[in-house]
């Protein structure tokens, strides 16, 4: 029995493993297997946030900024941040640049609207928004656990409740309906 589990084991992981590469190496996906699929999170994309502002008060252009951080950060912050740099190397006004990419950007697009709006430094407004972001993110994390403990109350409840009722409350009313017919 142990051998066709082996068996079977073993042939799926010849199915799964990857094709060899040049020298007879298993090719690993560029970034690693770590590598993130999709849209930042909101933790990725307010760090990033502080690094486009800490390049800023460093004395780099808006879009030199972003696109230095979308260079460094291989991530999906980076890849989203190289998007909004294209789209305003294109001449796409700010709104619709920063559209391109996930409503998780929300933040970081108001305030680089607001800042270029007024012609001022976007490197405030940016760490402002990345603390926006953690906040509204961390007050989501706290309702949905909180949500989630009370949803497990129903559950609780009916597994308990019939067991408390048949060895508590069922016990005590037949000894006083015994006792009410004597």
């Known amino acids: 029995m142990s051998c066709v589990a082996a068996a079977a084991g073993a042939a799926l992981a010849v199915l799964v493993w990857p094709p060899p590469g040049p020298r007879g190496r298993p090719q690993v996906p560029r970034g690693g297997p770590t590598e993130h699929v999709g849209a930042a999170t909101v933790e990725e ?9 800490a ?3 460093g004395g780099a252009g808006s879009l030199e900024a972003l696109e230095s951080v979308a260079r460094v950060d291989a991530g999906p912050a980076g890849r989203e941040l190289a998007v909004v740099a294209a789209a305003h190397r294109w001449g796409e006004p700010p709104e619709r640049a920063w559209g391109r990419v996930g409503p998780g950007w929300r933040a970081a697009a108001v305030g680089w609207h607001a800042a270029h709006g007024a012609g001022a430094a976007p490197a405030g407004l940016l760490t402002a928004a990345a603390v926006r972001m953690r906040e509204e993110e961390s007050r989501r994390v706290e309702a949905a656990v909180q949500r989630a403990g009370v949803l497990l109350v129903l559950p609780l409840g009916t597994c308990f409740l019939p067991g408390f009722v048949a060895t508590t409350v069922a016990p005590v009313v037949l000894h006083l309906l015994g ?3 004597r």
């Open 45 to 53: 994309a307010a760090a990033a946030l502080g690094l486009v502002a």
């Open 179 to 181: 006792g009410l017919s």
């Open 55 to 57: 390049v800023l008060r």
